[in-house]
C-alpha cells in the first residue's frame, strides 16, 4: 500500500500479438524517436551509409515529439529504405511496440535515436548470424561523447556459442531473430522497459553469437533517463517492471535449462531495483525488501541452484533477513 501511494503501477505486460507479415528483407531497425532533433541525422545516416550485401529497412516512429523530428523525419521518407510512422507520445516502449506489430524482415534491431552505428554494423551481425543461425547477436559497444571523443564502454570474444549470461540485459548492439517478438513487446509506461530482454528474449533464445566488432556508438548524453533517473519517484518502476515480467514468464512455457538462469537473473535484477531505488528512503526501501520476498519465494520456493556470489543474497530473500539484503546488493 506504502508502495502504490508514493508511486502506482501501470500494470503493464510485454505479452502481446505482432504479426509476421513476410520475411523478405534481412533486417528491420528500429528507431523510436522523441525529442532528438540534435541527433536524428547522424543517427539515420549512420543507418543508411552502411555498406552492405544484406537488405534492411529503417522504421522510425515519431513517438509525439514537440521538437522538428517529425521534419526531419519526413526528409527522408522518399527513400524506400525508411518507413515512418506518427503517434502521440506512448513513450519508448510504445514507439518500439508500433514498430513491432507488422515485422517484415528476418532479424530485428533497436538503434536509439540519439545514438549511431559504426560502419559496418549490418554486414558483420548478419554474417554472423545466417553463418551460425543465431537468435541473438550481440556485439561490442562503445561510447561517443557529444564532442564525438570515443571511448570503450565493453567489447565480446567471439563466440559462436554463447551462454545467455553473456548477452547484455538491453536491446542495443544486437540483432534479434525477429520470431522471437512474435509475441514479446516492451511493458508500456515503465521506467526500465529493457528489463524484457534478460527476463523474456533471452531465456528463450537456443544459439547465442558475440562478436568482437564495435556495432553501436552509446552517445553519452547527460540529458537521459540513464543519467537523470535517480532519486525520482518513478525508479519504483524498476520494481514494478520486475514483477510485471516475472508474471509474464510464467504465462510462457518454462524449458528446464532456462530456470538456472532465470534465477541468476533475478538476483541481478533484484540489486539493479535496489541501487536504483535506495535513494528514495529508508520507508520506500523496505516496502520494496518485503514486496521481493513475496515474490522471490512465490517464483523459486526452492532456489537449490545458484552462482555461490548470490548465497548470501538468496538466503537473506529466504530469511526477509533486510540488513544482509541491503549489504549484499550494494556489494554486488
Known amino acids: 500500500k506504502l508502495l502504490s501511494e508514493k508511486h502506482t503501477d501501470?500494470?503493464?505486460?510485454?505479452?502481446c500479438e505482432n504479426k509476421i507479415v513476410s520475411q523478405d528483407i534481412d533486417l528491420q531497425v528500429v528507431i523510436p524517436v522523441y525529442k532528438a532533433e540534435p541527433f536524428l541525422r547522424k543517427c539515420i545516416n549512420s543507418v543508411l551509409n552502411q555498406k552492405t550485401k544484406y537488405s534492411y529497412r529503417i522504421v522510425a516512429v515519431n513517438d509525439g515529439s514537440p521538437d522538428k523530428s517529425g521534419e526531419i523525419l519526413r526528409e527522408y521518407e522518399s527513400d524506400d529504405r525508411v518507413i515512418v510512422y506518427?503517434?502521440?507520445?506512448?513513450?519508448h516502449a510504445g514507439a518500439r511496440n508500433t514498430a513491432l506489430k507488422e515485422i517484415f524482415a528476418k532479424y530485428i534491431t533497436f538503434v536509439d535515436s540519439d545514438d549511431?552505428?559504426?560502419?559496418?554494423?549490418?554486414?558483420a551481425m548478419l554474417d554472423a548470424a545466417f553463418e551460425y543461425d543465431a537468435d541473438i547477436v550481440q556485439g561490442s559497444m562503445d561510447e561517443k561523447t557529444l564532442d564525438g571523443v570515443i571511448s570503450h564502454n565493453y567489447s565480446n570474444p567471439l563466440d559462436t556459442n554463447a551462454s545467455k549470461e553473456a548477452i547484455k540485459g538491453f536491446p542495443c548492439g544486437k540483432l534479434f531473430k525477429s520470431e522471437l517478438f512474435k509475441d514479446i513487446c516492451f511493458p508500456e509506461k515503465y521506467w526500465f522497459e529493457d528489463s524484457n530482454v534478460s527476463m523474456l528474449l533471452v531465456p528463450r533464445a537456443k544459439r547465442l553469437v558475440t562478436i568482437p566488432n564495435v556495432v553501436y556508438y552509446y552517445i553519452t548524453n547527460p540529458n537521459s533517463i540513464t543519467h537523470t533517473h535517480k532519486g525520482?519517484?518513478?525508479?519504483?518502476?524498476?520494481?514494478?517492471?520486475?514483477?510485471?515480467?516475472?508474471a509474464d514468464q510464467q504465462r510462457i512455457k518454462?524449458?528446464?535449462?532456462?530456470?538456472d538462469y532465470r534465477l541468476e537473473k533475478m538476483f541481478d535484477q533484484i540489486t539493479n531495483n535496489w541501487q536504483r531505488t535506495f535513494s528514495l528512503g529508508l520507508e520506500i526501501e523496505s516496502a520494496i525488501f518485503v514486496l521481493t520476498c513475496e515474490m522471490f519465494v512465490k517464483r523459486f520456493p526452492n532456489p537449490t541452484s545458484y552462482d555461490s556470489k548470490y548465497k548470501n543474497l538468496c538466503e537473506s530473500l529466504m530469511n526477509k533477513d533486510f540488513d544482509i539484503y541491503r549489504r549484499e546488493c550494494a556489494f554486488l
Open 86 to 91: 506518427t503517434q502521440e507520445n506512448r513513450g
Open 116 to 123: 549511431e552505428i559504426p560502419q559496418g554494423t549490418i554486414e
Open 10 to 15: 501501470v500494470k503493464s505486460s510485454a505479452l
Open 254 to 259: 518454462d524449458r528446464g535449462e532456462e530456470l
Open 232 to 246: 525520482k519517484v518513478k525508479t519504483i518502476d524498476s520494481f514494478y517492471v520486475t514483477r510485471s515480467l516475472l
